[in-house]
């Protein structure tokens, strides 16, 4: 059974620094993508990292600002989010495509994390 665990959301203050985790049991190949909900608004894409992790993609919006990152050897993906502003103010989710094929196509992802908040104050 996959199972999806994610951690590290939190409330900061704009232009503090989070860093997202997420733990992944029950595969052994695949790509990360981290998405995110705002209140009332459609689910975006963030990142994507491929399998050995020597290719990433982040949305414009957090280009220069959000890392994505994996360790292969404990199973686990990262987001680290700096220089915070209000608007990433959401519901942070982390998603795995068994396939390994590095996507921003929410629907290419296979099994999702249950989501940590994110809440970014002015």
């Known amino acids: 059974q996959v199972q999806l665990v994610e951690s590290g959301g939190g409330l900061v203050q704009a232009g503090g620094s989070l860093r997202l985790s997420c733990s992944v049991s029950?595969?052994?190949?695949?790509?990360w993508g981290w998405f995110r909900q705002a209140p009332g608004k459609a689910r975006d894409f963030v990142a994507a990292?491929?399998?050995?992790?020597?290719?990433?993609y982040t949305t414009d919006s957090v280009k220069g600002r959000f890392t994505i990152s994996r360790d292969n050897t404990n199973n686990t993906a990262y987001l680290q989010m700096n220089s915070l502003k209000p608007e990433d103010t959401a519901v942070y989710y982390c998603a795995v495509d068994r396939s390994a094929v590095l996507t921003v196509n929410e629907f290419r992802y296979d099994y999702w994390g249950q989501g940590t908040q994110v809440t970014v104050s002015s």
């Open positions: 029950g595969l052994s190949v695949y790509s």
């Open positions: 990292i491929s399998w050995t992790g020597g290719r990433t």
